[in-house]
C-alpha cells in the first residue's frame, strides 16, 4: 500500500537558520508531489510541486525552495528562516488523479 | 482564476443532529472536487471525491455530498454526527486538464464544533 512519510513533526528554529523538511512515498512510482503550507486560522496553499526528479514548479513567491533528488524525496528548504515562515506544512502526492494523500504535518515555529 | 468559498468559518452542532457544510466554487471548466477532513496537528483525509457521473457522492464515515453545477455547489453533509465528527473541513477542486489536473485549491476551511 502507499503511504507517505514526512519529518519532523514538529520544530522550533531561530530567525536566520536554515530549514530542512523531508518527506518520502513508498509504494508507488513517479508520484506528483506538493508542499502545502497552512497558516493559523488559514486554508492550505500550494508552495510547490513536482512532477518528476528535478522538476519543481513554485506557487509563489517566497523564502522557500524545494528539490526533488530521488522519485519518492521531497525536500522544503529555507536558508535563512523568517518569521512569517512559521505554519502547518503538509507533503502530499497523488496519482491517477485520485486526489491527494497528505503526510501527518510538520509544525514549524520560527522564533 | 478558479477559487473555492466556504461561507461558514465555524459551526456548533448537536451530537446526532444532521450537519451540512457548503462549498462553493468558481471554475470555467469541468472541476474535480474533493471534501477532506483534519483533525487538530494532523493531516488531512479524504472524505469523498467527485469526477463525473452521478451527483450524489458518497464518503467515508457516513459522509455524502452533492454535485450542483447549476449553483456550482458541492455541499457536504451528514445525518447523524458523531463527536468524533469534530474537525476541521476542507473543499477542494482541481483543475480539470491533462496537464495540471494534480493541483487543488483548498477553501479557507469550516471548522466543526460538536457538543454533547
Redesign the interface.
Known amino acids: 500500500s502507499q503511504t507517505i512519510h514526512q519529518w519532523p513533526a514538529t520544530l522550533v528554529q531561530p530567525v536566520g537558520s536554515p530549514l530542512s523538511l523531508e518527506c518520502t512515498v513508498e509504494g508507488t512510482s513517479n508520484p506528483n508531489l506538493y508542499w502545502y503550507r497552512q497558516a493559523a486560522g488559514r486554508g492550505l496553499q500550494l508552495l510547490f510541486y513536482s512532477v518528476g526528479i528535478g522538476q519543481i514548479s513554485s506557487e509563489v513567491p517566497q523564502n522557500l525552495s524545494a528539490s526533488r533528488p530521488q522519485d519518492r524525496q521531497f525536500i522544503l528548504s529555507s536558508k535563512k528562516l523568517l518569521l512569517s515562515d512559521s505554519g502547518f506544512y503538509l507533503c502530499a502526492w497523488n496519482s491517477e488523479g485520485d486526489g491527494y494523500t497528505f503526510g501527518s504535518g510538520t509544525r514549524l515555529t520560527v522564533v | 482564476a478558479q477559487s473555492v468559498t466556504q461561507p461558514d468559518i465555524h459551526i456548533t452542532v448537536s451530537e446526532g443532529a444532521s450537519l451540512e457544510l457548503r462549498c462553493n466554487y468558481s471554475y470555467g471548466a469541468t472541476p474535480?472536487l474533493?471534501w477532506?477532513v483534519q483533525s487538530p496537528?494532523?493531516?488531512?483525509?479524504?472524505l469523498l471525491?467527485y469526477?463525473s457521473g452521478d451527483t450524489l457522492v458518497q464518503g467515508i464515515k457516513g459522509f455524502e455530498a452533492e454535485f450542483k453545477r447549476s449553483q456550482s455547489s458541492f455541499n457536504l453533509r451528514k445525518p447523524s454526527v458523531h463527536w468524533s465528527d469534530a474537525a476541521e473541513y476542507?473543499c477542494a477542486v482541481?483543475r480539470g486538464t491533462t496537464d495540471s489536473?494534480?493541483?487543488?485549491?483548498?477553501?479557507?476551511?469550516t471548522q466543526v464544533v460538536v457538543t454533547p
Open positions: 474535480y474533493f477532506y496537528g494532523q493531516g488531512l483525509q479524504l471525491k469526477f476542507f482541481g489536473w494534480g493541483k487543488l485549491q483548498f477553501g479557507a476551511g
